[in-house]
């Protein structure tokens, strides 16, 4: 018996701030949130990399990827995802996700956090900068006397954790 060897991928979407004339820089009390998806769910960031793998790979290299691909996890407040790639085509998928600069008439890019042959250890990635990045948050709201971020970080943990292995 033949066993399927995969890749984990932890990545987290960046987006361009839009150019609103009021910025935070008019307003220094103001705490800057994280900025709405373009892909607001699993499947959005699946057919955001399966065009830009169909688009600087072709129909072969979709056809080897897509196959089997799948996006494990994906929050949309935190901006990060876990997707499953074959270890044979992990590399093509990161130069995919290394190439996107816009989807839907916005700016984005990805940044890979971590590759990993196990999810446990992308779920460890995932929580880690998850937490960093609300707790971020969390600091400038206490300046504005705000705090309904725990609530968010309870809530993404507990999320990356129900994964199934």
Same mark, same amino acid.
């Given at each position: 018996?033949?066993?399927?060897?995969?890749?984990?991928?932890?990545?987290?979407?960046?987006?361009?701030?839009?150019?609103?004339?009021?910025?935070?820089?008019?307003?220094?009390?103001? !705490?800057?949130?994280?900025?709405?998806? =373009?892909?607001?769910?699993? +499947?959005?960031?699946?057919n955001l990399l399966r065009e830009s793998i169909k688009q600087n790979f072709g129909d072969l290299g979709a056809g080897h990827v897509l196959t089997g691909m799948q996006v494990k996890y994906f929050n949309k407040r935190t901006q990060m995802g876990i997707v499953k790639v074959p270890r044979d085509h992990c590399n093509m !998928?990161?130069?995919?996700?290394?190439? =996107?600069?816009?989807?839907? +008439?916005?700016?984005?890019?990805i940044r890979v956090r971590h590759v990993s042959g196990t999810i446990k250890k992308c779920q460890q990635s995932a929580i880690?900068?998850?937490?960093?990045?609300?707790?971020?948050?969390?600091?400038?709201?206490?300046?504005?006397?705000?705090s309904t971020l725990p609530h968010m970080l309870k809530e993404s943990q507990a999320q990356i954790s129900a994964l199934e292995l």
């Open positions: 018996m033949v066993r399927f060897k995969n890749r984990y991928i932890c990545f987290e979407l960046l987006q361009e701030p839009f150019s609103d004339h009021t910025s935070s820089l008019d307003h220094p009390n103001s !705490v800057q949130q994280p900025v709405p998806a =373009i892909a607001t769910s699993a +499947k959005g960031i699946y !998928v990161l130069a995919a996700m290394v190439v =996107i600069t816009h989807a839907t +008439k916005c700016q984005c890019s880690r900068t998850a937490r960093e990045l609300i707790i971020s948050w969390y600091e400038q709201q206490q300046l504005v006397g705000d």
